[in-house]
């Protein structure tokens, strides 16, 4: 059974299918024909009974008299047998066994203990017994035995004769004959039925699967060629398991095109941007590894203004690298670290720094409480960096205005503000306006606040401020108070 199943698993997939729906159907043939064959076989034996049950009648006492006086006897040749449909043959049975078989008797039919039973219950069998037997032959018949019943003539009622029981049988033959045909064409109608399901099953199958033939070449298509551009055609309308494993794969391969071509951005922006930072450190270095080798040596101011850009560069470059690993973690990686966080404190941490960056500026802060689930060092990291932006571009001496109130952090500065058409580039990767170019940074920030606020389930934006300036705006879901489950025991 076990090499059955096995030899069954390696088939295709479409062989089994074809395999399952010929077994079903036939299991459902093979059940509707037997149980058929049994209804028509119950339906011609009731028949037969009913003509059997006809055939009784009282019979006159002197020939039931004369058949016993030379009883035992047997039907002479010429009448045994089988004549004709609608033969019958008849036999008295006694008590005893002995047999008397009436001489327009198709034959002897062999007697058997229960006729004998009726014989001698007459009284208590008179329905009969029914059963099948055979006639001296061997051939199949019919056979009702009944309690024996006489009558002297027609007037008079019948009456049971004691420890006598009349035997009548009829031939099966035709029966069995048409039992037998039918048997016949159940076979053949079933086999042709199975051979048919089967042929079926598999042109349904082969259809079926025609959408996972295509979801198969697309995949093998990908595996070898790398190419995600690759799509299957789905029914707008169509909502079967196999439209939505196709609708599936369109999303996953288009999904992972657009995660190739970030990637492939990023890579190339990280590039650009490395390689200023880079070619930078590398002509100072060469600058005093020369003075060092040459023994001519820098004047102090310059080699100190080699060294503090050396410093600047180192720190640019650190920065940056900070931000790549920043985008380059997972959704799994943040989830983890997901939390209870005290959006308060975040913000109050994030201006202290924000403090000791631009000492020569107001920052005014106007902040409630409010409890948000967020990866704590990367929500602070993004408040430092809207904070970073604003002691950026403010001028010197100037204020910044910070207010957290109901879960909506503002930050507003005084500076140039940023021009309209570049309002909807600000949070992409490595862009940077072009009038802040110069300025140290890595176009990174604000991409890296956009992210941390969209997995916290908010938003952010930056407008124009009225006077001049940039307000920066953060809206994070959350309550007054931590859950019940944050709170300490």
């Known amino acids: 059974m076990s090499n059955l199943a096995r030899r069954y698993r390696s088939l295709p997939l479409r062989a089994r299918l074809a395999v399952l729906v010929a077994a079903a159907v036939a299991f459902a043939v093979a059940a509707v024909s037997v149980t058929a064959w049994f209804i028509v076989q119950g339906k011609l034996y009731q028949q037969v009974d009913a003509d059997l049950q006809k055939a009784v009648r009282p019979q006159a006492a002197a020939d039931v008299n004369a058949a016993l006086e030379t009883c035992p006897q047997a039907a002479s040749e010429s009448t045994s047998g089988f004549r004709a449909r609608g033969t019958y043959y008849g036999e008295l049975v006694r008590a005893d066994g002995t047999a008397c078989v009436f001489s327009n008797s198709a034959g002897t039919v062999k007697t058997v203990a229960s006729d004998r039973e009726v014989a001698r219950t007459a009284e208590s069998r008179q329905g009969g017994l029914l059963r099948n037997g055979t006639d001296g032959n061997g051939n199949a018949v019919r056979v009702l035995t009944m309690p024996l019943v006489v009558t002297d003539n027609l007037a008079s009622p019948p009456q049971l004769y004691p420890n006598t029981a009349l ?108 390689r200023t930072p880079l070619t930078s450190l590398r002509t100072n270095i060469e600058l005093l590894t020369r003075s060092e080798e040459t023994g001519r040596p820098i004047p102090p101011e310059d080699r100190k203004a080699l060294l503090a850009s050396v410093k600047a560069q180192m720190t640019e470059l650190a920065a940056l690298i900070g931000d790549l690993q920043e985008l380059s973690r997972s959704e799994g990686e943040r989830g983890e670290r997901v939390q209870v966080v005290d959006f308060q404190d975040t913000v109050e941490a994030a201006l202290r720094r924000a403090r000791l960056r631009g000492p020569e500026l107001t920052i005014t802060a106007d902040v409630s409480p409010w409890f948000v689930r967020a990866e704590p060092s990367a929500l602070e990291r993004a408040v430092v960096n809207i904070l970073d932006n604003a ?61 941390t606020v969209q997995q916290a389930g908010g938003e952010v934006t930056l407008t124009h401020a009225e006077g001049g300036g940039t307000v920066a705006t953060v809206r994070l879901p959350g309550a007054t108070t931590p859950p019940p489950e944050t709170l300490p025991v």
Do not use: C
Request: no cysteine; aromatic share 4%.
């Open 167 to 274: 035997l009548v049988a009829t031939p099966l033959k035709a029966t069995q004959d048409t039992l037998k045909d039918l048997a016949l064409i159940l076979l053949l109608v079933s086999g042709i039925g199975v051979i048919g399901a089967g042929a079926a099953g598999l042109a349904v199958a082969r259809a079926g699967l025609r959408p996972v033939d295509k979801l198969t070449e697309a995949v093998e298509h990908v595996a070898r060629t790398e190419d995600l551009t690759i799509r299957i055609p789905v029914e707008d309308d169509s909502e079967d398991e196999v439209a939505r494993l196709s609708r599936s794969f369109n999303s996953m391969t288009a999904s992972l095109a657009s995660s190739r071509e970030t990637q492939r951005q990023l890579i190339a922006d990280a590039g650009h941007e490395l």
């Open 391 to 451: 002691v950026k571009f403010s001028p010197e001496g100037g204020t910044i205005e910070v207010q957290l109130d109901d879960g909506v952090l503002t930050v507003r500065d005084h500076g140039p503000g940023i021009p309209e058409d570049e309002l909807p580039y600000v949070f992409d990767r490595f862009w940077r306006s072009p009038s802040a170019r110069a300025l140290p940074g890595s176009g990174l920030g604000l991409s890296i606040v956009a992210r």
